[in-house]
């Protein structure tokens, strides 16, 4: 490995980042610029939030989510999938065309698609979830013994 390659530490992580993170806006422009998505309601804060989420399970650093990626998403979302369910669920979002890996143009895609793949639906279903708290925060309201059943 050449000297002027060294890949490890803090500095050349960040500049990697920094990198996809410019690779990422620059997809995100090409969306908020596509005809097809213009009516779109708040497609810029959804391109964003997608950008953090696909970001998160990049776990190669590679601009991709591959098969552990997606599966760590999966448990992490409390539903484990198989290696064989794994599969399937990147055919269907990629559509075939690619083996073992979610490109970012292929996740923007399925999520602002009218088609319902299942991770998009995992997707939605932990958004809501982590949308509205089911129980309310700080203490409970202080009772007095008459109102108790």
């Known amino acids: 490995m050449p000297s002027n390659q060294n890949v490890q ?4 992580f960040g500049l990697l980042k920094e990198q996809q993170r410019q690779k990422l806006e620059e997809i995100n422009k090409e969306y908020l610029e ?7 309601e708040d497609l810029a804060e959804k391109l964003e939030s997608l950008k953090n989420k696909y970001s998160e399970f990049d776990l190669n650093d590679q601009g991709e989510i591959d098969m552990m990626g997606l599966k760590r998403m999966m448990e992490k ?10 599969k399937k669920m990147i055919v269907e979002v990629t559509g075939g065309s690619s083996s073992n890996t979610i490109n970012y143009r292929d996740f923007v895609k399925m ?5 319902s793949a299942v991770l998009k639906l995992v ?8 949308g509205s708290p ?7 309201p202080k009772r007095d013994i008459a109102s108790l059943p």
Request: net charge positive.
């Open 134 to 140: 089911c129980k309310p925060d700080g203490p409970p």
């Open 111 to 115: 999520m602002l698609g009218k088609r």
């Open 34 to 40: 596509d005809q097809k998505y213009r009516d779109e």
């Open 9 to 12: 530490g803090g500095k050349a």
């Open 123 to 130: 997707l939605l279903f932990e958004d809501k979830a982590n």
């Open 77 to 86: 979302l409390g539903v484990p999938k198989t290696h064989l369910e794994l």
